[in-house]
């Protein structure tokens, strides 16, 4: 499999109004590096928040599909379609479709913590589209106990949310112990440490240590591709063969405690041709 491992100390570092906002970014955009590596149709990923509260002023936005995560506390949005400020509490999820243009402000009030992330539903069509956007409440979203393991959805089925981009994103609770995270062959996985310590059963560090993930980490998981199989869109490691003809791949972890993921799983290939592929492919010439 190929993996990425992206510890909280090294993510790319910002702020917003004269530090009043800070964020790491376990991906940022394509000038700042560090952080995780570009996959499928994510394109940028941060995580904000504020002490005392601060604000994000007004500024533009095109194309992309930019979702804000509530993880803690209250947020408030204003966009120049409504022309009023909106609040977003914990566990509520807005959706910007930014498509031909949209202009909007941030408030992350005292205490509050947010991601904000970016996919690609593919850019040049849906830059031909009048932006749109929702806001999700926590109650909206289904929740499911799965062999002892809590289960919030809040993209995938079940889930009211509507986007282009094919993503689905989870949030999982563990009591602890040891557990298990199936992935199929043609999908490719970020997890973020929200709470407690991950200790990989089966990941090693270059020096023969078991890989831990603590809180904040950010941890990137594509299984290889079955024999005579390859990935569109993948770097070499993860186009190797294996021996197992398993149309899934199995993670295994283990938690000394109470411990929380928050997962976004897509297709290696999107099925449209993605912005990223546009740089990427400008780098190596």
């Known amino acids: 499999m190929a993996m990425f491992i992206a510890p ?5 570092s910002g702020e917003f109004d004269g530090g009043k906002i800070l964020e790491k970014k376990p991906l940022g955009f394509p000038q700042e590096g560090g952080g995780i590596p570009y996959i499928s149709s994510l394109f940028y990923w ?3 928040w504020s002490d005392e509260g601060g604000l994000i002023a007004e500024h533009p936005h095109q194309a992309f599909e930019i979702i804000s995560f509530v993880l803690d506390g209250e947020i408030e949005h204003y ?4 022309g009023d400020w909106q609040k977003l509490k914990a566990g509520d999820v807005q959706i910007i479709r930014s498509g031909s243009g949209i202009s909007h402000a941030e408030r992350l009030n005292a205490g509050s913590r947010m991601f904000q992330i970016w996919f690609d539903p593919y850019v040049d069509r849906a830059i031909t589209q009048p932006a ?17 393991v809590e289960q919030t959805t809040l993209i995938g089925p079940g889930s009211p949310f509507e986007m282009q981009s094919p993503v689905e994103v ?4 563990y009591s602890g112990g040891s557990l298990e995270i199936d992935l199929d062959v043609g999908q ?6 929200l709470e407690g310590n991950f ?13 831990m993930l603590g809180k904040g980490d950010t941890f990137v998981w594509q ?3 079955a024999p005579g199989e390859t990935v569109s869109g993948s770097d070499q490691d993860s186009q190797r063969s294996t021996e197992s003809n398993e149309p899934t791949q199995t993670l295994r972890l283990n938690s000394a405690g109470p411990a929380e993921l928050f997962i976004v799983q897509m297709p290696v290939d999107p099925g449209y041709p993605l912005y990223t592929s546009r740089f990427q492919a400008a780098s190596v010439r």
């Open 46 to 48: 941060a995580c904000a």
């Open 223 to 225: 299984p290889e591709p």
């Open 188 to 193: 490719v996985m970020a997890m973020y440490a």
């Open 170 to 173: 989870f949030r999982r609770k």
């Open 132 to 148: 749109t956007y929702n806001d999700y409440r926590a109650e909206q979203f289904p929740v499911e106990t799965i062999n002892g």
């Open 199 to 211: 200790e990989f059963q089966d990941v090693q560090t270059p020096d023969g240590q078991k890989a």
């Open 8 to 12: 909280y100390a090294n993510q790319v």
């Open 79 to 82: 966009d120049n379609q409504l």
